[in-house]
């Protein structure tokens, strides 16, 4: 069975896979899930984040070729990583995600998309290094068809994200366009449009476009048609 790694998005951590880890391992799979610098338990300062940082985090978890599954922003690093070492990642799957136009950051391509809903649920800090979710918009943006315990546990786990690695440029070649792809769109999201989700997955094979009838957190939404769709994938691969 597939070997696969779930990296999570922005303030975020390892903590969100808790539900879809053993759903995984249900069906046969080895999963696990990482702490990207400065989320979760890991405590590098919001300063020292950089894009090449998270890649790096992701590729030194890989011992043996896995399953990448990159959650929104980590669209970013997990396609990072394919660039530098495509020998690592059978496939990279991206979760509601932003797949890297190359030469774009994330910034700019979330720019890229009609409608901005997540401008109005987030701030920055007074610092201008980072932003986080407004607490009392976190559910209606990113949980709305979760539990209460779901939504209670993400808010008390949730951190700050680091600006940089989101603002900087990611130049992608022949090392990222060598390695089989996936989209996971979700229908119902309301932290990237699905319309915006829909152009990134439009350079994807068609058989490799997948679907979810959830928000932006189908981790918490729907771990076990989540856990479904990656052993399907993994069985097409």
Not at 192 to 202: C, D, G, L, N, V
């Amino acid at each position: 069975m597939a070997e696969f790694l779930l990296i999570h998005g922005s303030c975020h951590g390892a903590w969100c896979w808790r539900d879809v880890l053993p759903e995984l391992a249900a069906l046969g799979h080895s999963a696990r899930a990482i702490d990207l610098p400065s989320h979760g338990k890991d405590t590098t300062p919001i300063k020292d984040v950089t894009l090449d940082l998270y890649r790096d985090a992701i590729l030194a978890a890989i011992d043996a070729p896995v399953m990448l599954v990159g959650h929104s922003m980590a669209g970013f690093p997990i396609a990072a990583a394919a660039e530098h070492a495509p020998q690592k990642i059978v496939r990279l799957i991206n979760l509601c995600a932003y797949a890297p136009y190359s030469g774009y950051s994330l910034v700019e391509m979330r720019k890229l998309a009609k409608r901005q809903p997540l401008l109005d649920a987030i701030e920055k800090s007074a610092d201008g290094m980072s932003w986080t979710p407004i607490q009392s918009k976190a559910r209606e943006t990113f949980y709305h068809d979760c539990s209460d315990e779901n939504v209670a546990f993400a808010q008390d786990h949730l951190t700050p994200q680091a600006i940089l690695p989101q603002a900087t440029k990611l130049e992608l070649g022949a090392h990222y366009d060598s390695v089989a792809k996936s989209y996971i769109r979700c229908t119902e999201d309301r932290t990237i449009p699905s319309e915006f989700q829909a152009e990134m997955a439009a350079a994807f094979a068609p058989e490799e476009r997948y679907e979810m009838q959830t928000s932006h957190s189908p981790f918490f939404a729907d771990p076990k048609g989540l856990a479904a769709l990656l052993d399907k994938i993994a069985r097409s691969s």
